[in-house]
Each structure stands twice: as C-alpha cells, then as structure tokens.
C-alpha cells in the first residue's frame, strides 16, 4: 500500500502554518471562514493581486476549483493508491502495533491496531458488524469522499455494545434488517478507518483477536446498478493527469452535496464539469492559480491553530460542512483526521524556550498532580516521538511512545507524573524514559475521548523543559 497520511497526517505541517504567522490566535470550527461567499470573496482578492493581463474572473474561478476541489482530489489519489493493494469493500487488518520499521503510515500511534476498507456504495450497502468490545477502546470512523467524518461507531457511540450498521450510499430506498444501524453516506466511496487499543506490547494478541471479529460484508448479493465508479488502482508510478482532470473525473463518480452548488456552477463556468475532459483553457486557469489558492490555505491554516507551552493545536477538524478553505487545511496538513469528540491532537517541536527539539539536549515533561489529560476512562493518551521524516526512530527498547498503559511508568507521590525525553536513558528513571535519536525529532500528544477541559482549550499539555 502507498503511504497514507492517516490519523492527522503529516502533523508537522500544523507547526509550519503557525511559524507562517498568527502563532498565538485561535480559531475554533464557529469562527473559522465558512461558506460559497467566504471562498469566492477569497478567491476574488487573489485575482485582483493576480497582476496585469489575468483574465481576472478565469482565475477566481482557478482558485475556488483548488481550494474547494483539493481535499475531493486528495481522498481520491488515496484511494487509487489504496486499492492497488487492498480490494474494494475488503477490510483489511494490521495485527500488529507500528514500530520504527513501519513506513506505510506517516505519523503513525503506538497505541492502537489500525483496520481499512474503501468501500463502493454503488451495488448496494455495506454491512460492519462489530462484537461487544467493552475492556478496549476501539472506533471505526467514516469518511466520505470531500474528507467530512459521517459517522464514528466504537467505544464512544455505541458504549461497547455489539450491532450491525450498514453504510447506505446516496439513492438507495431499501429496507435495513431489524436492528441495523444506518450510516448514510453522501458519496458513493466511503473511506472506513479502524482503531483498536492495545495495552502496549503485553496486549497486541489480545487487540488482534478483536480485530478478527470485525466483519464487513454486503446487505445483499444485488446486481451493480448502472453509474459512474471512481477508478479502482493508480499506481504512483503511473502518469498523473492534470489537477483539474483529476477533479472532473473524481466530481463525475463523487457528485458533490446540493449545498456546494453555487462553487460547482462557478467551476462550470470556467470548463470544469463532471466526467468531462477540462479544456486547454481550463487547465492554464487552474495552474496559474494554484499558488494563490495555496497561499489562501496556509493563510487560513494559520488562524486554525492554537500555540501554548510550546505545542500545536489544530481545531476545526472531521466535519466542515461549506466551511471549505478549513476543510482543505486539514486534508492537507492531516488527511483523517477525526471530530473532536474522539481525538484531539497536540504537536511539539520546540523546548519550552523556541529552541528545536534534539537529542544532544534532555528534557522532561512535568504533569502536576491533576494535570494529566483529561480523557473518558475508557480511552487513552499518550505522548509519541517522530524523528524527522515523521515515523518512528528506532531506540534499544522499543518504545516509541509514553502513556496512561505504559509499563513500569512510575508517578510521584503526590501523583505527578514526570516523563524524560532523551538520547540516553535518564537514570533511575528508565520507566518514564521516551528514547530520543541524537538528532532532531518531534512529539505528538494524543487524546482519545478527550474531556471538556480539551475540548474546550482549557487544558493544554505542560512545557518542555530541558532538564
């Protein structure tokens, strides 16, 4: 399988649009640009700064198809990509935790199993049946094609109780058997990602076993209705069409929702339409406007973070509605990334002074009595170290992440908790020791079922001091 940016992708990049600008403003989902207007009156400035001879209502029209039309052309590379390797409605399960040999998954956890499928709605619903799972936290979350979280079954949804919940594509009338869930899905491919936790090392057998117990399946043996499926398998070694290509094409399998159609009557307007080959005219307009359409993204992205003690936080993520200049933030800067009902993420790379994280340097973490993150007992958090290249480094025990399961984690007396950061292990310490490689390397804190003081930014992990 090609690399997938799963689970807040390429996180490093929320560090980057805070270093672009605005590095301490918030912006939650409620006040972040949302709407047709929002982006046309973005994309209308760009056009009018795009300079001298620019067909000026051609590129606002560029624009607009970039921005809107990027996460829709991004889930579609990933899942062109993904079905080489893995059939269509097939659920496929990792049985085994990622390590530093791992380099499928960028920025992966250390904490769950993860579980895949692409399905394709068009012949009829699928069907997910999942057991009582109530001693692990565990989460299937749905995608559709333009990147919104449709739904998420698991831990937090459904309380651990075993059932059945079919995903229904656009157009389907049928009935469901009794005691089916339905999740309906808005476009006909759905992008399904599973999560199962294991308890570190001692529990990946035990988290495994429940991965086999998962079942995904059809509604029904009925004949493919007649319609336009996306494409199955784009290798990366295949040519790529155009940008604008690859969003008619992927507009013509994925119609967009009828609240998108003043920007979809925009693209019209300017040559892009479903199915259909972009005319010359087209493609030059959309080229020439992409780097105004990225400057509006990272612009924006900016403003969609929070930066204290020195970590990173993106808001607005896994449901956009028209919010679509955010929506294309977090499809380029964490593919996946879910509600944040389920998880929050937090991303350091510096020490609690600017300086860049780096081996040559140790560091400790310190939670004072009662603040450690405040989750739902029945999830997890954990702190996880990337080298560079944002996967695992290999260290001597193999540990690449410190959390609420790791083993032999010691606490103060007075419930504190230390965690040590470092190239060599801190002595006497070894237990709360997170193995740093002698270069430079990041951190992600993760919180599973985060509660209010998260979700709310109250809470916000401890500095990282050089100690």
Same mark, same amino acid.
């Given at each position: 399988?090609?690399?997938?940016?799963?689970?807040?992708?390429?996180?490093?990049?929320? !560090?980057?649009?805070?270093?672009?600008?605005a590095?301490?403003?918030?912006?939650?989902?409620? $006040?972040? @640009?949302?709407?047709? &207007?929002? =982006?046309?009156?973005?994309a209308?400035?760009?056009?009018?700064?795009?300079?001298?001879?620019? *067909?000026?209502?051609?590129?606002?029209?560029?624009?607009?198809?970039?921005?809107?039309?990027?996460?829709?052309?991004?889930?579609?590379? #990933?899942?062109?990509?993904?079905?080489?390797?893995?059939?269509?409605?097939?659920?496929?399960?990792?049985?085994?935790?990622? *390590?530093?040999g791992?380099?499928?998954?960028?920025?992966?956890? &250390?904490?769950t199993?993860?579980s895949?499928?692409?399905?394709?709605?068009?012949?009829?619903?699928?069907?997910?049946?999942?057991?009582?799972?109530?001693?692990? +936290?565990y989460? /299937?979350?749905?995608?559709?094609?333009?990147?919104?979280?449709?739904?998420?079954?698991?831990?937090?949804?459904?309380?651990?109780?075993?059932?059945?919940?079919?995903?229904?594509?656009?157009?389907?009338?049928?009935? =469901?058997?009794?005691?089916t869930?339905?999740?309906?899905?808005?476009?006909?491919?759905?992008?399904?990602?599973?999560?199962?936790? !294991?308890?570190?090392?001692?529990?990946?057998?035990?988290?495994?076993?429940?991965?086999?117990?998962?079942?995904?399946?059809?509604?029904?043996?009925?004949?493919p209705?007649? $319609?336009?499926?996306?494409? &199955?398998?784009?290798?990366?070694?295949?040519?790529?069409?155009?940008?604008?290509?690859?969003?008619?094409?992927?507009?013509?399998? *994925?119609?967009?929702?009828?609240?998108?159609?003043?920007?979809?009557?925009d693209?019209?307007?300017?040559?892009i339409?479903?199915g259909?080959?972009?005319?010359?005219?087209?493609? &030059? #307009?959309t080229?020439?406007?992409?780097?105004?359409?990225?400057?509006?993204?990272?612009?924006?992205?900016?403003?969609? %973070?929070? !930066?204290?003690?020195?970590? %990173?936080?993106?808001? $607005?993520?896994?449901? +956009?509605?028209?919010? +679509?200049i955010?929506?294309?933030?977090?499809?380029?800067?964490?593919?996946?990334a879910?509600?944040? *009902?389920?998880?929050?993420y937090?991303?350091?790379?510096?020490?609690?002074?600017?300086?860049?994280?780096?081996?040559?340097?140790?560091?400790?973490?310190?939670?004072?009595?009662?603040?450690?993150? @405040?989750?739902?007992?029945?999830?997890?958090?954990?702190?996880s170290?990337?080298?560079?290249?944002?996967? /695992?480094?290999?260290?001597?025990?193999?540990? +690449?992440?410190?959390?609420?399961?790791?083993?032999?984690?010691?606490?103060?007396?007075?419930?504190?908790?230390?965690?040590?950061?470092?190239?060599?292990?801190?002595? $006497?310490?070894?237990g709360?020791?997170?193995? !740093?490689?002698?270069?430079?390397?990041? =951190?992600?804190?993760?919180?599973?079922?985060?509660g209010?003081?998260?979700?709310?930014?109250?809470?916000?992990?401890?500095?990282?001091? @050089?100690?």
């Amino acid at each position: 399988m090609a690399r997938a940016r799963v689970e807040v992708g390429v996180i490093v990049a929320v !560090a980057a649009l805070v270093a672009a600008g605005a590095a301490g403003t918030t912006r939650s989902a409620s $006040g972040s @640009p949302s709407g047709a &207007a929002t =982006l046309r009156a973005s994309a209308a400035d760009a056009a009018r700064r795009a300079g001298p001879g620019v *067909d000026r209502m051609a590129f606002q029209a560029g624009v607009e198809a970039y921005v809107w039309g990027f996460p829709l052309v991004t889930m579609s590379r #990933t899942r062109g990509q993904v079905l080489c390797g893995i059939p269509v409605n097939t659920l496929i399960n990792v049985p085994r935790l990622l *390590d530093a040999g791992s380099r499928v998954v960028v920025t992966p956890n &250390a904490d769950t199993l993860y579980s895949s499928a692409f399905l394709d709605l068009r012949p009829g619903p699928m069907v997910l049946r999942v057991p009582a799972v109530r001693d692990r +936290y565990y989460v /299937f979350q749905f995608l559709d094609m333009y990147t919104n979280t449709i739904a998420d079954v698991g831990t937090r949804t459904n309380g651990g109780r075993a059932g059945a919940y079919a995903i229904v594509g656009p157009g389907w009338h049928g009935r =469901l058997p009794t005691g089916t869930g339905r999740i309906t899905a808005p476009t006909p491919d759905v992008w399904v990602i599973g999560r199962t936790l !294991a308890a570190l090392s001692r529990d990946v057998a035990g988290a495994a076993a429940e991965q086999r117990r998962y079942r995904l399946q059809p509604l029904s043996s009925l004949t493919p209705r007649a $319609g336009a499926s996306a494409p &199955a398998c784009s290798p990366p070694s295949a040519p790529r069409p155009s940008f604008t290509g690859e969003l008619a094409t992927a507009i013509g399998a *994925d119609p967009p929702p009828p609240r998108d159609r003043p920007i979809v009557a925009d693209l019209a307007a300017a040559g892009i339409r479903p199915g259909l080959v972009p005319n010359a005219a087209a493609l &030059a #307009t959309t080229e020439a406007s992409r780097a105004a359409a990225l400057e509006i993204i990272r612009r924006v992205g900016s403003r969609l %973070t929070t !930066a204290r003690n020195g970590w %990173t936080r993106l808001h $607005g993520t896994g449901s +956009y509605g028209t919010d +679509y200049i955010t929506r294309a933030v977090v499809a380029m800067v964490g593919l996946g990334a879910n509600v944040p *009902d389920e998880s929050v993420y937090y991303f350091a790379a510096t020490d609690e002074g600017g300086a860049p994280l780096s081996g040559a340097a140790s560091y400790v973490i310190h939670f004072r009595p009662g603040q450690l993150p @405040p989750i739902d007992p029945r999830a997890f958090w954990s702190i996880s170290l990337y080298g560079p290249d944002h996967f /695992f480094v290999a260290n001597p025990v193999d540990r +690449y992440a410190v959390g609420d399961r790791t083993e032999g984690l010691t606490r103060g007396h007075d419930g504190s908790l230390d965690v040590f950061v470092s190239h060599s292990p801190p002595p $006497g310490h070894e237990g709360n020791w997170l193995p !740093a490689p002698a270069g430079s390397f990041n =951190l992600v804190l993760r919180a599973y079922l985060p509660g209010p003081g998260i979700r709310s930014g109250s809470w916000t992990p401890p500095a990282v001091r @050089p100690g």
